[in-house]
């Protein structure tokens, strides 16, 4: 009885390593060159140690390939999060990040994020607009919460407005 449990195990695991085995045979050769492509851009991402627009650069072009040629948004999401945190003022990397993240599917998992990083920068950056704009974009779109996207554009509408009328007083006091 062990020997016929223990052969059915065998034979299951053999049939498994041939099915596995001719899904590799038939890969596009087009993803192979896709994945070469992603490979070099790692490579180089991981050999910028101290050069961070270089290393930004080829994390966003991972994720690029990952996200558009290979189709495999969980990747171009670390990828993309990778070169977010390498150059943070790139507005790029955040809409990169943002679209990879929307098309795995990790609405929260965004949110999450971008308020983090709202939190993190002063709020008179331009990377705080950056932020507001794909928060509202996010609330607007895939979490449907179309009330909270018109109250978040409408207090950051009247922010920037006060904080124009604020500097333009101030040059006209230092007149």
């Known amino acids: ?10 034979l299951l695991f053999v049939t498994f390593l041939v099915i596995k085995s001719r899904i590799a045979l038939f890969r596009d ?8 492509r992603l490979g070099e851009a790692r490579a180089l991402a991981r050999s910028a140690k101290d050069d961070r627009a270089l290393r930004a650069k080829a994390y966003r072009e991972a994720a690029t390939i990952a996200l558009d040629e290979l189709g ?12 977010d945190r390498a ?6 990397s955040l809409k990169l990040l943002s679209r990879a993240m929307t098309r795995a599917g990790r609405h929260r998992g965004l949110e999450k994020l971008l308020w983090r990083r709202l939190d993190e920068v002063a709020l008179d950056s331009e990377r705080a607009g950056h932020l507001m704009d794909e928060l509202v974009t996010l609330y607007e779109g895939p979490l449907r919460r179309h009330y909270t996207a018109r109250v978040l554009r409408t207090l950051w509408a009247s922010r920037t407005a006060s904080s124009e009328v604020d500097s333009a007083s101030g040059k006209e006091a230092d007149t």
């Open 1 to 10: 009885m062990n020997r016929w449990i223990l052969l059915a195990a065998v």
């Open 29 to 36: 050769p087009e993803l192979a060159a896709s994945r070469k």
């Open 72 to 83: 495999r948004s969980g990747l171009a999401a670390s990828y993309a999060r990778r070169a």
């Open 87 to 92: 150059d943070p003022e790139k507005g790029q």
